[in-house]
């Protein structure tokens, strides 16, 4: 059986409880479930990437008939491979 979780006053009190104890005291994790937080604005990173100009010319020619940047239609095809990546595994 789990323990039960404390009230807490604040974050403060919640952030150095959990720094301290092991959180599968308290929740089963086999019965989570994965959510997305949606409505959030993702922290990002800015990286360089190489790619052949043949490849950046249609990915571009792609994000042109979808009406949408080229850099948001790469950010679309990563977003569904890591998915699905993740999701057959």
């Known amino acids: 059986m789990s323990k039960q979780i404390p009230e807490f006053k604040n974050e403060d009190e ?3 409880f ?3 104890h092991d959180s599968t005291e308290y929740l089963n994790w086999n019965r989570a479930e ?3 937080f949606s409505n959030l604005k993702p922290s ?4 360089s990437l190489r790619l052949p100009e043949s490849m950046l010319e249609e990915l571009k020619l792609l994000a ?3 009406d949408v940047p080229y850099q948001s239609l ?3 095809f990563l977003a569904e491979r890591i998915e699905k990546e993740l999701g057959a595994h």
Do not use: F, G, P, Q
């Open 14 to 16: 919640e952030r150095e």
């Open 18 to 20: 959990w720094a301290t």
């Open 34 to 36: 994965r959510i997305t």
């Open 44 to 47: 990002v990173k800015k990286i």
């Open 64 to 66: 042109n008939k979808r």
């Open 74 to 76: 790469l950010k679309i």
